[in-house]
T-cell receptor, first 110, second 116 residues
Framework: TQLLEQSPQFLSIQEGENLTVYCNSS?????LQWYRQEPGEGPVLLVT?????EVKKLKRLTFQFGDARKDSSLHITAAQPGDTGLYLC??????????FGTGTRLKVLA | EAGVVQSPRYKIIEKKQPVAFWCNPI?????LYWYRQNLGQGPELLIR????????DSQLPKDRFSAERLKGVDSTLKIQPAELGDSAVYLC??????????????FGPGTRLTVT
């Protein structure tokens, strides 16, 4: 069973600080996605990465796929209260079935 | 474009009672998923449909859970009888899956089930 471990599990920071969330596995993924989920809502896709070493930017968010396609990171610059939520990575091992990570709960304090 | 619709949003039942969840996916999406999400954790796939066919139900506890997707559109997920450990958020998602590439899952808001 593939397992995607996210770290940290919880993160509470002040507005304006930077942070990085990690998503690690021993398995290779053909693609990896990052989602953000707010309370009472379903996850919303932020980005999909498919190539080893790929870097994508979405405003203040930077996503990187590891060279070996086993891990990924999400970096947020100058975090804002609106970034608060549960961040989930999800990897497809090539079976058209995305396996979700354990989640990182982020709280940004004003 | 309307999103994925789920109902009810909340359900509280006593153990051993039956419960059903309904999902209306985004129009034109050929693939539908049911996930279970425990508090603070990532969703776990229960079943995946391609059109009307259940192509992956390996994680569905078949002794008490059942699902159907009539006419390849709406879907229902049923639990009978419910157990305390079934308390969770049940998420429905849909995708337009074409061969050879990654796909985006669109999630509904979920149904929060509490079994007492």
């Amino acid at each position: 069973t593939q397992l995607l471990e996210q770290s940290p599990q919880f993160l509470s920071i002040q507005e304006g600080e930077n942070l990085t969330v990690y998503c690690n596995s021993s398995s290779v993924f053909s693609s990896l996605q990052w989602y953000r989920q707010e309370p009472g809502e379903g996850p919303v896709l932020l980005v999909t990465v498919v190539t080893g070493g790929e870097v994508k930017k979405l405003k203040r968010l930077t996503f990187q796929f590891g060279d070996a396609r086993k891990d990924s990171s999400l970096h947020i610059t100058a975090a804002q209260p609106g970034d608060t939520g549960l961040y989930l990575c999800a990897g497809d091992p090539g079976t058209y079935k995305y396996i979700f990570g354990t989640g990182t709960r982020l709280k940004v304090l004003a | 474009e309307a999103g994925v619709v789920q109902s009810p949003r909340y359900k509280i039942i006593e153990k051993k009672q039956p419960v059903a969840f309904w999902c209306n996916p985004i129009s034109g999406h050929n693939t539908l998923y049911w996930y279970r999400q425990n508090l603070g954790q990532g969703p776990e796939l229960l079943i995946r449909y391609e059109n009307e066919e259940a192509v992956d139900d390996s994680q569905l506890p078949k002794d008490r859970f059942s699902a159907e997707r009539l006419k390849g559109v709406d879907s229902t997920l049923k639990i009978q009888p419910a157990e305390l450990g079934d308390s969770a958020v049940y998420l429905c998602a849909s995708s337009l899956v074409l061969s050879g590439g990654p796909y985006e899952q669109y999630f509904g808001p979920g149904t929060r089930l509490t079994v007492t």
